[in-house]
């Protein structure tokens, strides 16, 4: 247990006890012990009942009561599926996961799910899930393990999926007692029964009675005369179903009589009914909206002690809790309908729109600053409900954009798409294909379809909205440069490399016609283009960019920790493919710090960090290092992201080469052979990092003795990269190298001299003398042409080699070490980051 009794773990979010909390105690019996029966096979179970019986306030006395027999309780305010997985991730702390900031909300949601089954590091845990709509929504998102589970919903479904507890109206005695405690315990018995049975032992609708008549001192006989007069009126009124006339007339008469006593407090409580049933933060009725608002409710927007005082008065009268600690206002959602149902079509509008520019006009700050996601937290779960998607007003839609921007930046990327795409849908619709925002959200869209592995659908979808970006604002427009962005790492995800690097030249061009030399964006843009040359094997040329981002990154503080990552991580990665492994393993060692430090150990970008790093260690010989590392790397990415993510292929590449390194080849095999299976379901059949992690497996099919599937595997891998990219490429040419020593392998010498010699001379031309690929093609000729008997130039050409070896990677280094030796190099692939 921890501080004052309560949890170890228990959540902010978990309602205070209702003082006013009655009967129900045959019901908690009945539910203590139905949960407590499961031993073996903990089943969850589910409060199930119409609105307005106490479903969530019987599972709040249940955390409250039981509080004791639990390490964690948890609660989850499960009314919107897509906001689950944020809720269940803010667990992940207390669980000891790394937070959602460091690899997003669903990644960190699975995180929990998974520990919540081990029952690690606690067996004893509650989760609640409060207004669960349907099953088949966030069935899969509730834990089954050593825990407990407890749902409350309206909907009947639950009782084939999980174990139900009904919950009905009062019975009489619990409507009495409640009545008792609520007004008054001088409340003769017979009145509270005459009370109680008027509005059929409904307890939101005695609560609101028993507040009324505690607020006003009517006594039972003036209430029920009063709940006469209105019950006329609600023939006219749509109620909602299986609820009994007396509720909509008692909710007219507390309304009334709140409207004699305070009419702007009516005024903030219909616009309350047009927000979502969660808390809404009281600080959205701060600031003054347009015209649109009525003079009543702007008087009250203007006067923040007429506010407080109206927020008050709600309260009091049960039609809203106020909730002083979270500063938050909720309203039942019965309640929010009836108070709907009670206004024209027209009135409707109006005060949805209101609503609409309230959430717009709350000072929320930069989506993309993880300390501005708490306020889009506290907004994100009224988006649906308050029906957002529907605006027109250009301010509002720059809201909801923000708010889709924040749930990616924050992780939450499956929610950010559905959001967009309702978005795109509506606006589409209303306002056609050529309109500012329906744009933005396209290219947002663009954006998170590529981050979910999606790139096929993100390149029409950029390619779509950068078209009309075009033609609407102009190529120079710092809309349609944003999407430009965007579609160059469309063409790379797509493994068109050159045009890639064609789009990104024209994309830096605007940019700099644009943007002050230092801004991010033209930053951005650099860094893109020198993933490009990176990516065609135009290295130096890369390097000299990726130094100058690099630089200037450094220079600004206002530069984002993760952006200057990436930058960093881009020149370590870099130098390292220019050959320079030593340099690249110091740089990268620095970049990876900084990540640990000021991000997280298993941030994404450090993660990044990380793998290059474990390449460069390798390329240096530190093998233990790299091995270390390279098996940490994967762990954290499988566990994190799942075996087939884009980083977790790469982070298993590297493991599986550097396995290979240390001796460990049947584990690489598998593990190669496993990664090479997942590739095509990333990126397709014909990428080129499919076909440069096949020469990798090629090249561990030679190594374990099978030099005649070694080369079957390579001459596939081979055609389709020289399809892809020419010969004159790296990747090709890696490829290629090994190929030859495949026939040399089978005594083909002729068929691996061609080869040789061709490899060295493009290899020479593409990369220069030094560069380690370039030794590696020499030293294996010099193999492949003292084997053929040609001794004379083959110790010529070994010589030359081993004395560049010995001056660029010195007499120690394995490869000098393998060169010397006479024997064969062997060269593998690590396909970078998109």
């Not at 994404?604 to 270390?628: C, P």
């Not at 593990?671 to 590739?679: F, G, H, I, P, S």
């Not at 095509?680 to 080129?688: K, N, V």
């Amino acid at each position: 247990m921890g501080r004052g009794g309560l949890p170890e773990v228990w959540g902010e979010k978990i309602p205070p006890r209702n003082k006013n909390f009655t009967g129900r105690e045959d019901l908690l019996e009945r539910l203590r012990a139905g949960i407590a029966s499961d031993v073996t096979a903990v089943v969850p179970h589910a409060l199930h009942g119409m609105g307005g019986v106490g479903k969530t306030q019987v599972a709040v006395e249940y955390a409250w009561r039981y509080q004791s027999e639990y390490d964690v309780v948890w609660w989850i305010s499960a009314d919107q599926a897509l906001l689950v997985p944020a809720a269940l991730a803010a667990l992940a702390p207390r669980l000891g996961l790394p937070p959602a900031k460091a690899v997003g909300i669903d990644d960190t949601a699975a995180a929990v799910l998974h520990a919540l089954r081990r029952g690690e590091p606690y067996d004893r845990w509650l989760l609640i899930f409060d207004n669960a709509d349907r099953p088949e929504d966030i069935n899969q998102l509730i834990p089954r393990g050593p825990g407990h589970v407890l749902i409350t919903s309206r909907n009947q479904q639950w009782r084939s999926v999980v174990e139900t507890v009904p919950v009905d109206v009062f019975t009489q005695g619990e409507s009495v007692q409640f009545l008792h405690k609520r007004v008054s315990s001088s409340l003769q018995a017979a009145d509270a029964q005459r009370l109680a049975d008027e509005l059929g032992h409904l307890p939101l609708a005695l609560e609101q009675a028993g507040a009324l008549q505690a607020e006003a001192g009517m006594s039972v006989d003036e209430y029920l005369q009063q709940l006469a007069k209105h019950m006329p009126d609600t023939l006219q009124t749509p109620k909602p179903l299986d609820y009994p006339r007396s509720m909509t007339a008692a909710w007219r008469l507390s309304v009334s009589q709140l409207e004699q006593q305070l009419s702007e407090a009516v005024e903030l409580l219909r616009c309350c009914a047009f927000f979502g049933p969660e808390p809404i933060p009281v600080d959205v009725f701060r600031w003054g909206v347009a015209d649109s608002v009525g003079p009543a409710l702007q008087q009250l927007l203007d006067r923040p002690l007429l506010r407080s005082k109206a927020i008050r008065v709600i309260g009091r009268y049960a039609l809203a809790k106020l909730d002083p600690d979270t500063r938050t206002l909720q309203v039942h959602r019965l309640i929010q309908a009836l108070l709907r149902a009670d206004l024209s079509e027209e009135e409707q509008d109006r005060y949805r729109k209101v609503v609409h520019r309230l959430l717009a006009s709350a000072v929320l700050g930069d989506p993309d600053d993880e300390a501005s996601w708490l306020r889009y937290a506290e907004l994100v779960q009224h988006i649906v409900p308050a029906e957002v998607a529907a605006t027109r007003d250009p301010e509002v839609r720059e809201f909801a954009l923000g708010m889709v921007r924040y749930l990616y930046m924050s992780g939450q990327h499956q929610t950010s798409r559905a959001f967009v795409e309702s978005f795109l849908k509506q606006w589409t619709k209303e306002s056609g294909p050529d309109d500012e925002h329906v744009i933005s959200a396209q290219a947002q869209l663009g954006l998170v379809l590529r981050e979910l592995g999606d790139y096929p659908k993100a390149y029409e979808t950029d390619r779509s909205a950068l078209e009309r970006s075009r033609q609407v604002f102009g190529p120079d427009h710092e809309r349609t440069l944003f999407i430009s962005q965007g579609f160059g790492a469309d063409l790379r995800a797509l493994g068109d490399f050159d045009r890639a690097r064609q789009h990104d030249e024209d994309v830096l061009r605007g940019h700099e016609a644009t943007y002050p030399p230092d801004h991010l964006e033209l930053m951005s843009a650099k860094n893109n283009l020198a993933l490009d040359y990176a990516l065609i094997s135009h290295y130096q040329r890369a390097r000299a960019v990726h130094e100058d981002v690099f630089t200037l990154s450094s220079r600004r503080p206002d530069v984002s920790k993760v952006a200057h990552l990436n930058f960093w991580g881009g020149l370590a990665r870099v130098v390292r493919l220019c050959g320079d492994y030593e340099e690249a393993a110091d740089l990268g060692e620095d970049a990876h710090a900084f990540g640990v430090q000021e991000l997280d150990v298993e941030h994404w970008m450090t993660l990044r960090a990380a793998k290059d790093r474990s390449i460069a260690l390798r390329r240096t010989g530190r093998l233990d290092e790299a091995i270390e590392l390279a098996q940490d790397v994967y762990d954290r990415y499988k566990r994190l992201y799942g075996a087939s993510h884009p980083d977790s292929l790469a982070a298993a590449m590297n493991l599986a080469n550097t396995m290979r390194s240390t001796g460990r080849i049947n584990s690489a095999f598998e593990l190669a052979t496993d990664t090479m299976n997942r590739y095509p379901q990333a990126y397709g059949q014909d990428h080129p990092y499919n076909h440069g992690c096949a020469g990798n497996l090629a090249l561990l099919h030679r190594v374990r003795g099978d030099a005649e599937s070694a080369r079957k595997l390579n001459e596939q891998s081979l055609r389709g990269l020289d399809g892809r990219l020419t010969r004159d490429h790296h990747y090709p040419l890696t490829v290629a190298i090994n190929l030859a020593s495949d026939l040399t392998a089978l005594g083909e010498l002729d068929a691996a001299l061609s080869l040789g010699e061709d490899t060295l001379e493009r290899s020479r031309r593409l990369l220069g003398e030094d560069h380690p690929l370039v030794l590696g093609c020499a030293a294996n000729l010099s193999v492949v042409l003292r084997r053929r008997g040609d001794d004379e130039r083959a110790e010529e050409l070994q010589t030359r080699t081993i004395a560049r070896y010995e001056r660029v990677r010195g007499p120690d280094h394995p490869d000098t070490v393998v060169a010397t030796e006479g024997r064969q190099l062997d060269f593998d692939f690590d396909p970078p980051p998109i």
